[in-house]
């Protein structure tokens, strides 16, 4: 794969992730945890979706960080 190649899908997966994150937060910040039942259920939901958010976050750091190292290394044998 060439560089280009795998810098596009860097970014087209990057954009991915922060997608869905937003979509996530919006869905928190619309009231979609409130639609679920019990206050105990609403904690549940808001807790789960809010993990995700979490994780997106972590994949999408890990992701720059690996495209930073991939830059750097290609400028090296270059």
């Given amino acids: ?6 810098s596009n899908i860097l970014t087209t997966f990057q954009e991915r992730l922060r997608r869905e994150m937003n979509d996530v937060a919006d ?6 945890c409130l ?3 019990s206050a105990a259920d609403v904690a549940m ?5 809010s993990g995700k958010v979490e994780g997106l976050a972590i994949a999408e750091r ?3 960080d690996v495209a930073e190292e991939s830059e ?7």
Avoid at 27 to 32: L, P, R, S, Y
């Fill in 35 to 37: 639609s679920v039942g």
């Fill in 62 to 64: 890990l992701l720059l």
């Fill in 27 to 32: 869905h928190i910040a619309t009231g979609g």
């Fill in 72 to 78: 750097k290394a290609e400028e090296q044998d270059t």
């Fill in 1 to 6: 794969m060439t560089g280009v190649m795998v």
């Fill in 45 to 49: 939901e808001y807790a789960k979706q």
